[in-house]
């Protein structure tokens, strides 16, 4: 078994993130990292997407940005200029190259499949595997997208479609996605935030009913994505020689799923504090957006049929507000803003019960 000084479970967004951080300032110098993935390639597997609020490695695998998104309803519609915080899509199969074209240049970091093929006494572990409860009555955002392609132009290339809740819900909340890459080719996804159920997992019908909706008959699907993201905190071991990052390390934010900029600024931290790892203080996306998320899921859960009208209320806001509000970097001037918008019977009664 081989050993190393640095070990990181798991080569995906986490993993490799934070291997490319430590790797290009030079922190892996004298040093030896592994990480163990147990995939046999790596290639275009998701679409990571969310307001720039901060800087971060990966511009040049940004596959469209957006200066202008809408919010829709059964009844009401709205575009919202985000020009100061664009909004922007990680092609993961740039990225993944992008990393592990530089990774494999450098002779210290190796790749395993499994972790029995590694000694782990005196490695500090970099964990970006949830563990996950088994728990009928947790939340889940899951979804289903497709990249569609038409022969004639179709699409505003300017405007996203950020929530379209224009749908059936279910006794749920659903809305749909619209990501325009150009005229004739977009991402558009089926979204849930539910329990898991499965009788909500009637993706296909789900997304031709919406396209034709749209009006579209004739287009060719050149790429699927699947995928859930836990609205709840994993499990998270406590070892001091071990460091959760990712979702794994709660990095997602629960209230939306956005986690991509929390593990780059989770990554920085770490290679900031890399000499001193052991001793760093915990890395956390802030408390009270733990708290006010954990009031925003009890309403969620409660009163389902009320959150399209509650999310479209939100963005009332100036769009400089509720973007730092969702991206963990509102004052509490801003905090006020948003929490004004909700309405306040509902979410007094989730916060005492």
Same mark, same amino acid.
């Given at each position: 078994?081989?050993e190393?000084?640095?070990?990181?479970?798991?080569g995906?967004?986490?993993?490799?993130?934070?291997?490319?951080?430590?790797?290009?300032?030079?922190?892996?110098n004298?040093?030896?990292?592994?990480?163990?993935?147990?995939?046999t390639?790596?290639?275009r597997?998701?679409?990571? $997407?969310?307001?720039?609020? !901060?800087?971060?490695?990966? &511009?040049d695998?940004? @596959?469209?940005?957006?200066?202008?998104?809408?919010? /829709?309803?059964?009844?009401?519609?709205?575009i919202?200029?985000?020009?100061?915080?664009?909004y922007?899509?990680i092609?993961?199969?740039?990225f993944y190259k992008?990393?592990?074209?530089?990774?494999?240049?450098?002779?210290?970091?190796?790749?395993f499949?499994n972790?029995k093929e590694?000694?782990t006494e005196?490695?500090?572990?970099?964990?970006?595997?949830?563990?996950?409860?088994?728990?009928?009555?947790?939340l889940?955002?899951?979804?289903?997208?497709?990249?569609?392609?038409?022969?004639k132009?179709?699409f505003?290339e300017?405007i996203?479609?950020?929530?379209?809740?224009?749908?059936d819900?279910?006794?749920?909340?659903?809305?749909?996605?619209?990501?325009p890459f150009?005229k004739?080719?977009?991402?558009?996804?089926?979204?849930?935030? $539910?329990?898991?159920?499965? !009788?909500?997992?009637?993706? &296909?019908s789900?997304? @031709?009913?919406?396209?034709?909706k749209?009006?579209? /008959?004739?287009?060719?699907?050149?790429?699927?994505?699947?995928?859930?993201?836990?609205?709840f905190?994993?499990?998270?071991?406590?070892?001091?020689?071990r460091?959760?990052?990712?979702?794994?390390?709660?990095?997602?934010?629960?209230?939306?799923?956005?986690?991509?900029l929390?593990?780059?600024?989770h990554?920085?931290y770490?290679?900031?504090?890399?000499?001193?790892?052991?001793?760093?203080?915990?890395?956390?996306?802030?408390?009270?957006?733990?708290?006010?998320?954990?009031?925003?899921?009890?309403?969620?859960?409660?009163h389902?049929?009320?959150?399209?009208?509650?999310?479209?209320?939100?963005?009332?806001?100036?769009?400089?507000?509720?973007?730092?509000?969702?991206?963990?970097?509102?004052?509490?001037?801003?905090d006020?803003?948003?929490?004004?918008?909700?309405?306040?019977?509902?979410?007094?009664?989730?916060?005492?019960?």
């Open positions: 078994m081989r190393f000084d640095y070990i990181i479970l798991g995906g967004c986490a993993g490799l993130s934070l291997a490319y951080e430590l790797d290009i300032h030079q922190k892996l004298n040093k030896t990292l592994a990480i163990v993935e147990p995939r390639e790596y290639k597997d998701k679409t990571w $997407s969310f307001w720039k609020v !901060s800087s971060h490695n990966f &511009d695998c940004v @596959k469209k940005s957006w200066k202008e998104f809408s919010i /829709k309803t059964s009844s009401d519609s709205k919202i200029k985000c020009d100061n915080f664009p922007q899509s092609d993961s199969g740039l992008k990393i592990n074209d530089r990774l494999s240049k450098n002779k210290s970091i190796k790749f499949k972790i590694l000694k005196n490695a500090f572990i970099f964990n970006s595997v949830p563990s996950l409860q088994d728990n009928k009555s947790n889940w955002q899951h979804f289903h997208g497709i990249e569609i392609e038409t022969d132009d179709f505003d300017n996203l479609d950020l929530m379209d809740f224009d749908c819900q279910r006794n749920n909340v659903h809305f749909f996605y619209v990501l150009n004739n080719k977009a991402m558009i996804e089926t979204t849930w935030l $539910s329990k898991d159920d499965k !009788s909500l997992k009637d993706y &296909d789900q997304m @031709k009913n919406y396209i034709n749209l009006g579209l /008959k004739d287009y060719k699907i050149n790429f699927k994505e699947e995928g859930a993201i836990p609205l905190h994993p499990l998270n071991e406590k070892d001091k020689n460091i959760n990052i990712g979702t794994a390390g709660g990095m997602t934010r629960l209230s939306t799923g956005y986690t991509f929390n593990i780059q600024e990554s920085k770490i290679r900031m504090n890399i000499e001193n790892i052991q001793g760093a203080k915990k890395y956390d996306i802030g408390k009270k957006y733990q708290f006010l998320d954990k009031v925003f899921l009890r309403v969620l859960e409660k389902p049929e009320k959150m399209p009208s509650i999310f479209y209320n939100m963005f009332n806001s100036s769009s400089d507000t509720i973007i730092k509000f969702l991206s963990n970097k509102s004052n509490l001037l801003q006020i803003s948003i929490i004004r918008k909700m309405p306040k019977w509902i979410f007094i009664k989730s916060l005492i019960n």
